[in-house]
């Protein structure tokens, strides 16, 4: 059990239902709109990859964040996406969904794990850095608003 400001609160992981992809969509849409046009639908198709294992937290019957890690059937893997709705964060969900991630990399052999994120996203920044992954390199207007990135990798041990 976690805690916000003493608090208790429950949360648990699951595997994406098809029901859940419009709580999804509403939460990218919230998180990357500013990266993409299409970040609600583009988000849920990523969801339904070949390849991809795509995790949703739940607190109080509720999914309140999401996770898509991509298999690329040898020992990479890539955190697709990763979001909590904006009155759930701050309460640690996007560092138990990521090491959720991370755990199931590994259970599905992955030796690294790779992700894009925003270079101005100081909040996702700060809990990847924090689990580990280290800046690998800058990728200059990666995104389709000409946003900076930074790839990361983890090399995962376990």
């Known amino acids: ?28 849409l919230e998180a990357f709109s ?7 639908s583009g988000t849920v ?24 890690l991509k298999l690329t059937g040898g020992s990479e893997g890539h955190l697709l996406a990763i979001a909590v709705a904006a009155p759930a964060r701050g309460r640690g969900i996007g560092t138990r969904l990521l090491h959720g991630v991370i755990d199931a990399a590994a259970a599905n052999g992955v030796r690294v794990l790779r992700l894009v994120t925003a270079e101005a996203n100081l909040g996702a920044l700060e809990v990847f850095l924090a689990a580990g992954f280290s ?24």
Request: proline letters at 5%; glycine letters at 6%; one cysteine or more.
């Open 135 to 158: 800046i690998e390199h800058r990728e200059p207007a990666y995104y389709p608003r000409g946003q900076d990135a930074v790839s990361m990798q983890l090399p995962i041990t376990r």
């Open 1 to 28: 059990m976690s805690s916000v400001a003493g608090v208790p609160y429950r949360m648990k992981l699951r595997r994406k239902r098809a029901s859940d992809e419009v709580t999804i969509a509403t939460i990218s």
């Open 45 to 68: 198709a990523m969801c339904d990859e070949r390849g991809a294992l795509s995790f949703v937290a739940v607190v109080d019957d509720e999914v309140c964040g999401f996770a898509v």
């Open 34 to 40: 500013e990266y993409s046009a299409n970040a609600g």
